[in-house]
Each structure stands twice: as C-alpha cells, then as structure tokens.
C-alpha cells in the first residue's frame, strides 16, 4: 500500500496538541486495513522521522437519528505515533 494511502490525515486536538509537546507523540488517522508496520514505514517515508512505538484503536461510528429513520456515522482507525526524543513533525 502507498504511504499516502495509509495516512490519510493528522489528528489535531487540544489533547493532541499536550502530547506533542509533552511526549513526542502524533495522532493520524489511517487507512483501516494498515497495520502497525505499514503505520511505521508510512510516517517515516512522509515525513523524515524515526518512529519509536506506534499504537492504533478503531473508533466505530456513532448512532444518530435522520428524520424518521437511524443511521451511523462513519468509524475511523487511529494511530498514535511516539516519536524519537531528538525528532519533531513541524505540520502540528
């Protein structure tokens, strides 16, 4: 899979934004068939860091009502980056 297909977008929180200053990590959300090697090699080839531990979670969507009828919003898969301690991503 191409890296660019992997991640699909930075994650920017204010709970994100803690633990990049704080602890060198990075939130994305990625494709929700990459697995923690394609993660690593994804964020290492996009952005020129080396990558420490990398942990992923799949949020399911969230039910809502559409008029008359229910539906659910669409899930995601997300992975937290931890960075080496002498790297830094200047996107966030």
């Not at 633990?19 to 923690?36: D, G, L, P, S």
Request: charged content about 30%; proline content about 3%.
């Amino acid at each position: 899979m191409d890296p660019y297909q992997v991640v699909i977008k930075p994650l920017i929180t204010e709970k994100g934004t803690t633990q990049n200053e704080t602890i060198n990590q990075y939130a994305f959300q990625v494709h929700h068939r990459a697995n923690k090697v394609q993660i690593r090699k994804a964020v290492e080839t996009i952005y020129d860091v080396r990558v420490m531990k990398v942990r992923t979670l799949k949020r399911r969507g969230k039910m809502r009502r559409y008029r008359y009828t229910r539906g659910r919003t669409a899930g995601m898969k997300k992975a937290v980056v931890t960075l080496h301690p002498d790297d830094h991503i200047a996107l966030f």
